[in-house]
């Protein structure tokens, strides 16, 4: 029974390495899958799923404006596809969260999306706060903050290394800009000291 599967964590938790290793566990088995990228993030490159352990992939990407439903039946009416893998979920808008709902209800295909729960600002991305209200099932992937505890936020720095408080809720970056962290370091980092 096809299910819509959401497969979160924080930056650098491995999800496109999960992403990219249960796609090939269906290729391996003779069964092909149907990548997709958010267009916006091309650190690897336009259409590219890649992994910071050296690993990737070629991708269809996928627009805000994009019907998600539509584009997925197409393709899958020129070739036969066993699951659909989504990297950058939380670039999702509610629509398309809706459009993937209806890829598996109405044509049966399983959906796999990978993304970040929360923003540097520790808020939901739409398309991730979608997920967790539609997905059948949810998968936390599990990475740790500097302390040993489980990281469940993320700050982004700037040039200096300084933990940033506003700016706009996406700017693509990489280790460069972004750091994992639990929630009590993620408050240090913010000037929320705990009392």
């Known amino acids: 029974m096809a299910k819509l599967y959401f497969h979160y964590s924080t930056m650098n938790a491995g999800k496109s390495t999960i992403l990219l290793q249960a796609s090939h566990n269906y290729r391996e088995r003779g069964m ?41 039946k197409s393709y899958a009416e020129k070739t036969a596809i066993a699951c659909v893998f989504l990297d950058e979920a939380q670039f999702l808008t509610k629509d398309q969260v809706w459009q993937l709902a209806r890829v598996v209800d109405d044509l049966g295909l399983p959906v796999m999306c990978y993304g970040l729960r929360v923003d540097f600002r520790g808020e939901l991305f739409p398309g991730s706060a979608a997920l967790l209200a ?12 500097h302390c040993g505890k489980k990281a469940t936020m993320v700050v982004r720095q700037d040039a200096d290394g300084n933990a940033l408080k506003d700016g706009e809720q996406i700017q693509i970056g990489g280790n460069e800009t972004y750091v994992s962290l639990c929630r009590r370091h993620w408050r240090d980092a913010m000037g929320d000291e705990a009392p």
């Open 32 to 72: 092909n899958t149907y990548l997709l990228v958010a267009r916006l993030d091309d650190r690897a490159g336009q259409g590219r799923i890649a992994s910071r352990i050296g690993i990737g992939e070629d991708a269809d990407t996928f627009a805000e404006s994009d019907n998600l439903f539509d584009k997925i």
């Open 134 to 145: 539609l997905a059948d099932e949810m998968r936390e992937a599990r990475t740790i903050c």
